[in-house]
């Protein structure tokens, strides 16, 4: 890092802008509909495995219980095997007295002698009930009358503590369906019927490529302009968790001969070929047109009116599955798992997914894109008359995007929006709803996670969204959120954050952010130079780029206030974190911003400290005495985030 940026790599003969238009546009059903036709019917190859050996796998077929379980009527209790009726005026006041038999019952004993009218035998839990009896008698109410009898003081039902043969499982049963997926109870029914080999579904094998000249893999170093390979490792996990076999064979550049050859092997070994990267029929996107050449009939849908996800691909070759996915980890993911699970748990002999749904509101407007059905990432919180949905803002080039939600939503094709307040059907990536203990929605800051981690460690969940101070401030006024971390000037009174509350609302002092310029160390324009003068010395050197911050961050309060009207280049440059700002001026993108003194320190720029923001906690007070929001307030008093925070450059209040 820290070098310049004039060495973007050029893929060869590579026009990012030309682009060949999609020929047809699918639905996504109608895409799905037409894959499936090409794939099934289509014979499983199943396997024999010993017991041990089939967790995880599809059962092949149903299983018939081939023994009753138990295999004899059996003693739940430790205590003495009888008759009922001769129990049957047995009372506190009116003990009846049985003569004992002699021998005793244990686990494994088979019983030799007849229970008897007036008799009983003892016998332990497990041990199978002799001819005779029909009902146990616990120890416990009992009384020893001499060695060889017993007091009874109770009347016993006939079968009181007696599991019957077959009562568990019925021997001709269905045991297990076929495509029931094995876990450790499947396999303690099977062992308890004495079964030791089941037929079950091969796992599909399924070769996972990545496609980039850009990629690289996780453990290497990243040189400028290169990214880690995602896809690769999120496909392969996914490939597993839905009854796969990945085979991850890792990132193959954009070069059409190198990649044709690494999908030619994957084909001769696997049952199935996913890529990543490379559909959206750019000038280097070359999977799509090698496909052509792999086996019939080829392509069966390249562009799908989906999103995130309209450049998937769907192809079968030969028999075989090729699927590329979208470039950005969250269509990838997303199209993975919409339209390509389906297919792989079929292939591997599972039934179809069913996803948990919820029903929740959305809080803010969403807008959506005419002509395409629009899925959107969320993360459920608990609002004051049930869940609110808060779309993830963040975009489908972003992996936390689907990696922290919740669930997705769904915006038809034909609407171009849907308004706040919407009550809409949520489906959930987990089984349940996880509803969060601790709720924060507004400015993010690193140093949030020094106090929060306290929580995390006591085994509380603490959700945190970031929407920005006055989006947070908006939350915290509709009661959705516990806290709303704000940092907010005010220029008539020249404070934070208190002239921002509302009735309902509490100021919660957090800590103070140190804001400055940064600057590349060894750029000598502002060595020395006082924040004024450092702005200054900018302006007047036409060479000198900023880069700005959005509309609505304290931040770029404080920057317009220092360039008093001025717009120098790189004035419209407006990312939106502290972070984005420090990469802009150590990747040379640009030679000044504004951030805060941990970021600059972390990117190891220059920094001349301006002012300190005071970052605080809008508090709801209605939900001040849940749980969770007193453990974050002693979390944040504690001597322990305090020190964390002030090693990392913050100043608590
Ligand atoms: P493409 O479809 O190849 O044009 O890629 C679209 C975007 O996704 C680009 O920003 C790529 O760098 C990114 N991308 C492609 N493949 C991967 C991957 N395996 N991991 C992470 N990002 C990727
Ligand atoms: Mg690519």
Request: contains cysteine; hydrophobic residues 45%; glycine residues 10%.
């Amino acid at each position: 890092m820290g070098s310049g940026m004039s060495m973007i790599p050029q893929s060869q003969g590579r026009s990012a802008l030309e682009q060949e238009q999609f020929l047809k546009i699918l639905s996504r059903e109608e895409a799905l509909a037409r894959f499936e036709a090409a794939l099934f019917p289509r014979a499983l190859p199943s396997e024999t495995r010993k017991l041990a050996a089939a967790l995880g796998a599809a059962l092949a077929e149903d299983i018939t219980a081939p023994i009753d379980v138990p295999p004899f009527d059996r003693s739940n209790v430790d205590g003495f095997a009888v008759r009922s009726a001769d129990l049957a005026t047995a009372g506190e006041g009116a003990p009846r007295r049985l003569a004992l038999n002699a021998e005793t019952i244990h686990c494994g004993t088979v019983p030799r002698m007849q229970v008897a009218a007036g008799t009983a035998t003892p016998i332990a839990t497990g041990g199978p009930v002799p001819r005779g009896a029909d009902a146990v008698v616990m120890v416990e109410h009992t009384q020893p009358a001499g060695s060889d009898a017993i007091d009874v003081r109770r009347a016993v039902s006939p079968g009181q503590f007696v599991s019957y043969a077959g009562s568990d499982i019925a021997r001709g049963e269905a045991l297990l369906r076929a495509g029931t997926m094995i876990g450790s109870r499947e396999i303690g029914m099977l062992a308890a019927c004495g079964i030791a080999e089941v037929t079950v579904a091969r796992k599909p094998r399924v070769a996972v490529i990545s496609t980039g000249d850009e990629l690289v893999q996780p453990g290497e170093a990243l040189a400028p302009a290169e990214i880690y390979d995602t896809n690769g490792a999120i496909v392969a996990a996914a490939i597993d968790e839905n009854g796969g076999e990945a085979i991850f064979l890792g990132a193959i550049p954009d070069d059409e001969a190198k990649l044709e050859a690494a999908m030619r092997r994957a084909l001769e070994d696997a049952d199935m070929l996913v890529l990543s990267g490379g559909t959206s029929k750019g000038a280097g996107d070359l999977s799509h047109r090698i496909i052509g050449r792999l086996g019939q009939p080829g392509i069966i849908a390249h562009g799908v009116a989906l999103k995130p996800g309209k450049p998937l691909c769907l192809a079968v070759c030969d028999g075989k599955p090729v699927v590329i996915l979208p470039g950005f980890p969250t269509s990838a993911m997303f199209t993975f798992h919409d339209m390509i699970v389906p297919v792989l748990r079929r292939m591997a002999g599972l039934p179809p997914r069913s996803d948990a749904k919820a029903s929740a509101t959305v809080p803010v407007r969403i807008a959506s894109e005419l002509g395409r059905t629009e899925f959107v990432m969320v993360s459920l919180v608990e609002g004051k008359n049930g869940l609110i949905a808060y779309p993830s803002g963040k975009g489908s080039g972003a992996i936390t995007s689907f990696a922290q939600a919740d669930g997705f939503l769904r915006i038809d094709a034909l609407a171009d929006q849907m308004p706040a307040g919407t009550e809409t059907e949520v489906t959930l990536f987990t089984p349940h709803v996880r509803v969060p203990d601790l709720v924060i929605v507004g400015s993010h800051c690193t140093g949030l996670d020094l106090v929060t981690a306290q929580l995390a460690h006591a085994g509380l969940t603490v959700r945190s969204i970031a929407v920005g101070s006055l989006g947070g401030l908006a939350a915290a006024k509709r009661g959705e959120c516990d806290l709303a971390p704000i940092h907010l000037f005010d220029d008539k009174s020249e404070t934070y954050n208190t002239p921002y509350l509302v009735a309902g609302l509490e100021l919660v002092p957090g800590w103070r952010r140190m804001q400055g310029i940064v600057f590349r160390k060894d750029d000598t324009r502002f060595e020395g130079l006082s924040a004024k003068d450092a702005v200054a010395a900018a302006l007047a050197d036409p060479a000198c780029i900023m880069v700005n911050r959005n509309q609505g961050a304290g931040t770029r309060i404080l920057i317009d206030r220092l360039l008093g009207g001025a717009r120098p280049e790189g004035y419209w440059n407006q990312p939106r974190s502290h972070n984005a700002v420090a990469a802009a001026v150590a990747q040379h993108r640009a030679d000044w911003g504004m951030t805060i003194a941990p970021v600059a320190h972390a990117a190891g720029l220059g920094f001349i400290p301006l002012a300190e923001e005071h970052y605080d906690f809008a508090l709801v007070t209605a939900r001040k005495d849940r749980p969770a929001v007193q453990a974050f307030l002693t979390a944040l008093g504690s001597d322990e985030a305090r020190a964390a925070l002030e090693r990392a450059g913050f100043r608590p209040a």
